[in-house]
């Protein structure tokens, strides 16, 4: 298993990573990072996942509450900037939580479409995982883990064939904000479910790790000309406001009945 070297500034090739699929675990992902006290830009987390590969798709996976304005305009956000959209609604508990649980979705979803990608990015630190990352593996597919350290499964990690440390790549995923705006002010999509129960502590080895075949720079323009497949995903400023959005985007909806 590889770790990724954000201290070099080149691509590594750790052989070819071909198509790319990439799939968020939007609540793990979200709550993580705001442990982190960092908002995300998926413009440039979409940028970094992809590396030197070719974008074949990308998934975001959330549970939603049908009255939250804000939570549909950064879905449709998300969707004109080139994601597949998978949705859940939040279901409420006996103990007043409320939340969905879209682990299913992903996994299959990473399955039925194995062979027709070469690399797959999971993006969660959820161990529940573990099985479908391997059955993805035993289909001859590269299968790539990205997650902050503290947040992610130390089994999760183990059977990656490389794991990116969003941790240690802040910088290159953050937003830009001004020093006015608050987190509770900021997007947030998964606002309504709580964070996962586990937060996994391991010590970091001493000796470094080999690196991993994904481009740790990215402040040169010429490296935009590196994504043609990508269209229009880094055409919209991550910035945007969601009042430029008008409701009533066409969403993949998951529910109970299908």
């Known amino acids: 298993m590889n770790h990724f070297d954000s201290t070099n500034n080149i691509s590594f090739q750790f052989g070819h990573r071909g ?23 998926y413009n440039k987390l979409l940028r970094v996942l992809l590396g030197d590969g070719r974008l074949f798709r990308a998934f975001f996976y959330t549970g939603v509450d049908a009255g939250a304005e804000r939570q549909q305009g950064f879905l449709l956000w ?11 609604e939040l279901k ?5 939580t409320r939340k969905a ?8 979803d990473m399955l039925s479409l194995a062979g027709r990608y070469d690399t ?26 990205a997650g902050f350290r503290s947040n992610t499964a130390p089994k999760l990690i183990d059977v990656a064939d490389c794991f990116i440390d969003l941790g240690e790549i802040a910088e290159k995923v953050r937003k830009d904000f001004s020093h006015s705006a608050r987190y509770e002010d900021r997007d947030i999509h998964v606002s309504q479910q709580p964070p996962p129960l586990q937060t996994f502590i391991e010590p970091v080895p001493a000796v470094p790790s080999p690196p991993c075949s994904v481009s740790a720079e990215l402040s040169t323009p010429e490296d935009h000309a590196l994504h043609p497949a ?3 995903i880094f055409e919209a400023s991550a910035n945007d406001g969601d009042d430029q959005f008008s409701p009533g985007g066409d969403f993949i909806r998951v529910t109970d009945d299908q």
């Open 19 to 41: 198509k790319v699929a990439i799939f968020i675990d939007g609540n793990n992902l979200f709550h993580a990072a705001r442990f982190h006290n960092i908002d995300i830009d």
């Open 78 to 88: 998300m969707r004109r900037n080139g994601f597949r959209v998978v949705q859940k």
């Open 92 to 96: 409420t508990f006996y103990d007043g």
């Open 101 to 108: 649980n879209l682990d299913v979705e992903i996994a299959v």
């Open 120 to 145: 797959a990015v999971l993006v969660s630190g959820d161990e529940d995982f573990v099985y479908a990352v391997n059955s993805v593996a035993y289909k001859g597919c590269r299968v790539e883990v």
């Open 230 to 232: 990508i269209g229009s």
